[in-house]
């Protein structure tokens, strides 16, 4: 990054790159300048050869209660169509190669949702709360949620969510199939560090490819998603990290990756 940034926190522990939304006062309301930072810090991840996951989380009362509501008031349909106020960067989330997780505590709301639907998976703690309530300020999701949330939950919970703007608990968002994990409050960066530690652990090309895969299966038919799969699990065998794992097994001893 060149300069530091204002509304996002950046660390590091050990291989993953930590990433926690702040703009607390405002419950860390999305504005441009959060998602252009956001994007930074995870391209300057995603191109760090010391890294091989992310965390994206937010505060314990909010991850965030979606798009900044203030600053997008007065914006004209021009505003908005011509320059991608608000919407111009989400896309860049999506072209991050390694895992991206979302740790998410407190609201996940409107495009905070969304942004916790673009991370790879959600571990939620049980007081978080998942919601597009943008039905109420008389527009919709506009970086994803009305395609991705369906993908995730199925069409009627999605449509009950999008149109009713009512919110979810992390219970509910579970049994739906929207987060991965529930833990305890205090347990949720414990827990989220601990999923990305293994990842971590893991060759990252073979990481690499096994994320593009499963994305694969949202966004293209199943023939050719099995058939990437099938070349992609064929490429693997040129790396050298596979002829360690495999060969580590046999050996029975730990494998030790050099990531390439
Ligand atoms: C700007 C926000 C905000 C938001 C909260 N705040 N959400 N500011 N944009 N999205 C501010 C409040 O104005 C308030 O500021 C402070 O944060 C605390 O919020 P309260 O409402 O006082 O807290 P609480 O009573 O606990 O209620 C929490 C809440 C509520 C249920 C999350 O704040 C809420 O409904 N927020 C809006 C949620 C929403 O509609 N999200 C969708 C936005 S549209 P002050 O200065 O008064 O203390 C969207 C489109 C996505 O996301 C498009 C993506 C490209």
């Known amino acids: 990054m060149t300069s530091t940034p204002e509304f996002i926190q950046i660390r590091t522990e050990g291989r993953v790159g930590i990433l926690t939304l702040n703009r607390p006062k405002q419950l860390n309301a999305l504005n441009d300048q959060l998602i252009d930072e956001l994007v930074a810090a995870l391209k300057a991840f995603d191109a760090d050869d010391e890294i ?8 314990e009362k909010a991850f965030a209660a979606g798009a900044d509501i203030g600053a997008m008031a007065s914006y004209t349909f021009s505003d908005v169509y011509k320059s991608e106020y608000i919407t111009h960067n ?31 998976f959600i571990i939620a703690a049980d007081n978080a709360k998942f919601g597009q309530p943008e039905i109420k300020l008389a527009i919709i999701p506009g970086a994803g949620g009305t395609q991705r949330l369906p993908r995730a939950i199925g069409k009627s919970k999605a449509m009950d969510l999008v149109l009713t703007g009512r919110m979810m608990d992390a219970q509910e968002a579970e049994r739906a199939g929207l987060v991965s994990r529930v833990v305890p409050l205090d347990k949720l960066m414990d827990e989220a560090l601990g999923a990305a530690l293994t990842i971590c652990n893991y060759s990252l090309p073979s990481v690499m490819v096994a994320k593009e895969a499963v994305n694969r299966a949202f966004e293209g038919s199943l023939t050719d998603g099995a058939m990437f799969e099938r070349r992609m699990f064929h490429a693997l065998f040129a790396t050298a990290d596979q002829k360690e794992g495999m060969t580590a097994f046999v050996e029975k001893r730990k494998p030790e990756f050099k990531h390439r």
């Not at 091989?52 to 505060?59: R, W």
């Not at 072209?95 to 942004?115: D, M």
Request: net charge neutral; aromatic share 6%.
């Open 52 to 59: 091989g996951c992310m965390i994206v989380t937010g505060s």
């Open 90 to 120: 989400w896309d860049l989330i999506r072209s991050i190669r390694k895992p991206v997780i979302a740790a998410v505590s407190g609201f996940a709301l409107g495009g905070g949702c969304e942004l916790a639907m673009l991370c790879d």
